[in-house]
């Protein structure tokens, strides 16, 4: 028998309320103003803070503007466990 449902397990997981319907950047823009200086991320090279990490993620944001990137276009990275995967994301 074929069953079809529009309710995939994330739209059930946010329907429920197990995580919010926001973007990442809303989500590091709430802590930065919370604290800058707290620590984001950590890898074995070092760490990020908050500040830090939004700052990076403005100045990648504003170089693939630069490079013809726009909304809706899909940009595909590929890092080993550092911060800067997280600042990419």
Do not use: K, Y
Not at 42 to 59: H, K, N, Y
Request: glycine fraction near 8%; charged fraction near 25%; avoid cysteine.
């Amino acid at each position: 028998m074929f069953f079809e449902t529009t309710l995939t397990t994330a739209r059930i997981g946010a329907s429920r309320g197990f995580w919010a319907d926001r973007r990442l950047q809303e989500f590091l823009d709430e802590a930065v103003l919370e604290d800058p200086t707290r620590t984001a991320t950590v890898d074995a090279r070092g760490r990020l803070t908050f500040g830090e990490l939004a700052e990076q993620t403005d100045l990648v944001a504003s170089a693939l503007l630069d490079l013809g990137v726009r909304p809706g276009d899909v940009v595909g990275a590929q890092l080993p466990n550092w911060n800067e995967f997280v600042v990419l994301m």
